[in-house]
């Protein structure tokens, strides 16, 4: 199985399945001397891994990362260090239920890629979804803490990267409400107190039913300085775009005002420049801090949509690997909207695409002076 690795400078590759005996990620192109510690991997996986609340899936795996390899710590250094070889992180599975899946081993479950993946590969690993699983994007959480290490070393100025659910089902949040302190106050990250209370009252209906509700996640990066991304393909936004629909189950991307940008005029759309402080400064936001492929300074805003979970209690029509038609009822535990998780990842996610681009920018730019 090819192109599981993403990125040009820093690299990460991700391996492992769901229902396996472990996952993990190496990362390639870290620069040394950068501190890294389990305990600040842990605190970013822990705000993924599951059984947190009853909204997502009960099952029970700690994620304790294991750092194996690229960081050294001795007398002569403050604290453990990248060396600048490659930094491999491992997470074991320490509560998979498999017989939880026999009754589907030759089923292709409707909404999974069940169906691709044989198509494919001739064979696939039923337990979980193997590969296809989101239990994979407990790597990635754990590669964009050393990503956000290597921002703040690249970078004179901090990068804030902050996500938030903005919609559940259909129901989206009031933008007049929003608020970045409410979002560790809800399990759904959520901006707006009064969309959390809707969205527990609906997601519980749709649990205690065996159905599943999607969800739209904002992701946004402040403080990121013009000049990251490249023409003609290596755009910021192209990697973005990429990097958010790689994961599981995400179904559509938009920097900006995206889709509605189609809706407005010229005039409306144009983020239109003062000079303020002796700096450029934007009046409206509508291009999400990219413009023709490279960032702005302003904040760089992505939203991406994540579809209902697929694996639900109510019987749906398939077929079986032979071709026969029959029905399915997933069992096991599943998350009743995956795109609560999602947060965390999106925001990893947004992490590594700026640490390439940063260390991509030094690469080829490092002596330039910006013209502001």
Same mark, same amino acid.
């Given at each position: 199985?090819?192109?599981?690795?993403? *990125?040009?400078?820093?690299?990460?590759?991700?391996?492992?399945?769901? #229902?396996?005996?472990?996952? *993990?990620?190496?990362?390639?192109?870290?620069?040394?001397? !950068?501190?890294?510690?389990?305990? +600040?991997?842990?605190?970013?996986?822990?705000?993924?891994?599951?059984?947190?609340?009853?909204?997502?899936?009960?099952?029970?795996?700690?994620?304790?990362?294991?750092?194996?390899?690229?960081?050294?710590?001795?007398?002569?250094? +403050?604290?453990?260090?990248?060396?600048?070889?490659?930094?491999?992180?491992?997470?074991?599975?320490?509560?998979?239920?498999?017989?939880?899946?026999?009754?589907?081993?030759?089923?292709?479950?409707?909404?999974?890629?069940?169906?691709?993946?044989?198509?494919?590969?001739?064979?696939?690993?039923?337990?979980?979804?193997?590969?296809?699983?989101?239990? %994979?994007?407990?790597?990635?959480?754990?590669?964009?803490?050393?990503?956000?290490?290597?921002?703040?070393?690249?970078?004179?100025?901090?990068?804030?990267?902050?996500?938030?659910?903005?919609?559940?089902?259909?129901?989206?949040?009031?933008?007049?409400?929003?608020?970045?302190? %409410?979002?560790?106050?809800?399990?759904?990250?959520?901006?707006?107190?009064?969309?959390?209370?809707?969205?527990?009252?609906?997601?519980?209906?749709?649990?205690?039913?065996?159905?599943?509700?999607?969800?739209?996640?904002?992701?946004?990066?402040?403080?990121?300085?013009?000049?990251?991304?490249?023409?003609?393909?290596?755009?910021?936004?192209?990697?973005?775009?990429?990097?958010?629909?790689?994961?599981?189950?995400?179904?559509?991307?938009? !920097?900006?005002?995206?889709?509605?940008?189609?809706?407005?005029?010229?005039?409306?759309?144009?983020?239109?420049?003062?000079?303020?402080?002796?700096?450029?400064?934007?009046?409206?936001?509508?291009?999400?801090?990219?413009?023709?492929?490279?960032?702005?300074?302003?904040? !760089?805003?992505?939203?991406?949509?994540?579809?209902?979970?697929?694996?639900?209690?109510?019987?749906?029509?398939?077929?079986?690997?032979?071709?026969?038609?029959?029905?399915?009822?997933?069992?096991?535990? #599943? +998350?009743?909207?995956?795109? !609560?998780?999602?947060?965390?990842?999106?925001?990893?996610?947004?992490?590594?695409?700026?640490?390439? #681009?940063?260390?991509? #920018?030094?690469?080829?730019?490092?002596?330039?002076?910006?013209?502001?």
């Amino acid at each position: 199985m090819s192109l599981n690795t993403f *990125g040009r400078i820093f690299r990460f590759t991700t391996w492992g399945e769901s #229902h396996g005996l472990a996952l *993990g990620v190496v990362i390639d192109g870290c620069p040394p001397g !950068i501190v890294v510690r389990p305990e +600040d991997i842990q605190a970013a996986l822990d705000k993924r891994k599951p059984g947190g609340s009853k909204f997502v899936t009960q099952r029970k795996e700690p994620d304790t990362v294991k750092i194996l390899s690229g960081v050294f710590e001795d007398d002569r250094t +403050d604290g453990p260090r990248t060396t600048g070889a490659p930094i491999s992180l491992m997470i074991e599975n320490v509560d998979q239920r498999s017989k939880d899946y026999a009754d589907i081993r030759d089923k292709y479950r409707p909404g999974h890629a069940d169906f691709t993946y044989d198509a494919k590969y001739g064979l696939r690993d039923y337990r979980g979804g193997g590969r296809s699983s989101a239990r %994979e994007t407990a790597a990635r959480v754990a590669a964009g803490v050393i990503a956000e290490k290597a921002l703040a070393e690249v970078l004179d100025d901090p990068v804030w990267i902050r996500a938030c659910l903005v919609q559940m089902g259909p129901y989206k949040i009031d933008r007049e409400n929003f608020d970045w302190t %409410e979002i560790d106050k809800n399990p759904f990250w959520c901006p707006d107190p009064v969309a959390a209370k809707l969205w527990e009252e609906k997601l519980d209906e749709a649990r205690k039913a065996g159905s599943s509700m999607g969800a739209v996640i904002e992701v946004v990066a402040s403080g990121v300085p013009a000049g990251f991304g490249a023409p003609v393909y290596g755009k910021l936004d192209a990697d973005l775009a990429s990097a958010m629909m790689s994961i599981n189950a995400a179904k559509a991307v938009e !920097i900006g005002a995206g889709m509605d940008a189609a809706a407005l005029s010229g005039e409306e759309n144009a983020d239109e420049i003062r000079m303020r402080n002796g700096r450029p400064h934007f009046l409206s936001n509508k291009a999400g801090g990219i413009l023709g492929g490279i960032s702005s300074g302003q904040d !760089i805003v992505v939203r991406f949509a994540v579809k209902p979970t697929s694996s639900i209690l109510t019987p749906r029509k398939t077929i079986t690997a032979s071709g026969e038609e029959t029905e399915i009822q997933t069992k096991g535990r #599943h +998350d009743p909207c995956v795109g !609560i998780r999602g947060v965390p990842v999106g925001a990893a996610m947004m992490a590594l695409v700026l640490a390439d #681009h940063a260390l991509t #920018h030094r690469a080829q730019c490092g002596s330039v002076t910006p013209a502001f």
